[in-house]
């Protein structure tokens, strides 16, 4: 049993490394201003050319609302470097509690954390994750390790020099290549999947990733049935980039492999039964049994492998009607899985039909996902391409350049 005065001395040395950490920190901050202290001669004098005034008070807020406000100058390069000085104050974290969302309704205790120059939050946005709440995140960056701070920093810093969210437009949708994107939240996509059709007939529904608008491109027919689709959704780091290139901001990244959960849980809330069409022999039945263990009560109206003449698919759709099938997922590949459902879509008896890819691969354990580190960086396809690279190389490293050469380069 410890001793009070051993216990005396173990906080003594927590406090005594808690305060040299933070003066650290703070000296860090006071070193990088000093070293761009010829950015800041830039910005103050050009600043006074351009508007006379050389700085303004920005105002920025935590989780829970409180304000902090900090110089940034009007005209110049990283115009709100001076943020570093909230953390000479000590008014800032490096990572902490997400900023500029003061009018959140809920609030919660987050054990004094302050507010940070970066958040695993503001990471998610800025990519497009749909993992987690933003009680999630910050609950989880509460516990960092030191280790874990600075690897979050560097996942920032990577994140930030490919994409960003200022001065873009949130538009309900708008086209990529002649392809119409709706952009919507990954909860907001589930919804629509789960809500009969005021029309009383099937939706469709499809994910479009670089590797779709690459097809489309020199496909007319592709193109025209991704955008027949009821609803077409973002998917890829790729597309996130293209979107912003033309002025938009996409507000979730509505991939299928992190869609799927939460469509299992409002299918189940609904009592709706889910129907796994398509993919190799044994895997979708192999993906049923794997959600029906992970999500109990789950009604899995039935599967069926993808090998089947594609022309001759009345046995197959009546099969589907039978079994009275409220969701139908589509998983040949494209461009033949969108083909197909726009070709049999008045034969189908379902609410909602959706061209999912490979997502049985994932979830019959097959194939397996990428970790969340590399989720965040937008590079999953580098983890894909690691799997296969024989299947994938193709795609990913003849795609993508030639992909991002038409988004830059050509109108």
């Known amino acids: 049993m410890k001793s009070s005065q051993q216990v005396n001395v173990t906080n003594f040395e927590v406090t005594y490394f808690s305060l040299l950490a933070e003066w650290l920190v703070r000296f860090f901050a006071v070193g990088l201003i000093l070293l761009a202290t010829p950015v800041c001669i830039f910005n103050y004098l050009t600043s006074i050319v351009k508007y006379s005034l050389p700085l303004n008070s920005v105002t920025t807020y935590d989780l829970l609302g409180k304000p902090y406000s900090y110089p940034a100058f009007n005209h110049g390069f990283v115009r709100h470097l001076l943020i570093l000085s909230l953390i000479v104050k000590g008014e800032m974290a490096w990572v902490g509690l997400p900023r500029d969302l003061s009018n959140l309704t809920s609030r919660t205790d987050f054990k004094n954390m302050k507010v940070g120059l970066v958040s695993l939050y503001g990471l998610h946005q800025l990519t497009g994750i749909s993992i987690s709440s933003v009680e999630d995140d910050t609950h989880l960056q509460d516990e960092y390790t030191l280790a874990d701070k600075l690897c979050l920093l560097m996942r920032v810093l990577i994140a930030s020099l490919v994409f960003r969210t ?190 999912v890819g490979g997502l049985f691969d994932f979830y019959s354990g097959r194939i397996l996902r990428a970790p969340v580190w590399i989720r965040e960086l937008g590079m999953e396809w580098l983890w894909r391409l690691a799997q296969e690279p024989r299947k994938k190389f193709y795609r990913y490293v003849v795609g993508n350049p030639v992909f991002l050469f038409r988004c830059f380069f050509q109108s």
């Open 166 to 355: 200022k001065n873009l437009n949130e538009t309900s949708s708008f086209k990529l290549f002649g392809i119409r994107i709706d952009n919507v939240t990954l909860e907001c996509a589930v919804t629509k999947m789960v809500t009969h059709s005021a029309k009383k007939q099937i939706q469709t529904m499809c994910f479009v990733n670089v590797n779709s608008l690459n097809l489309a491109h020199d496909n007319a027919r592709f193109s025209q049935d991704i955008n027949d689709c009821d609803y077409v959704f973002a998917d890829g780091s790729g597309v996130r980039i293209a979107a912003q290139k033309k002025g938009h901001r996409l507000v979730g990244n509505i991939n299928g492999t992190d869609l799927l959960p939460v469509l299992c849980q409002r299918a189940l809330a609904k009592s709706q039964s889910i129907f796994l069409l398509g993919s190799e022999f044994g895997v979708a039945s192999l993906t049923a049994s794997n959600l029906q263990r992970q999500y109990p009560g789950l009604r899995i109206s039935g599967t069926h492998h993808g090998y089947f003449d594609k022309h001759n698919s009345h046995d197959v759709i009546r099969e589907i009607n039978d079994a009275k099938t409220d969701i139908l997922l589509v998983a040949f590949g494209s461009p033949d899985q969108e083909a197909w459902l726009q070709e049999h879509k008045t034969m189908l008896e379902v609410n909602t039909a959706i061209a």
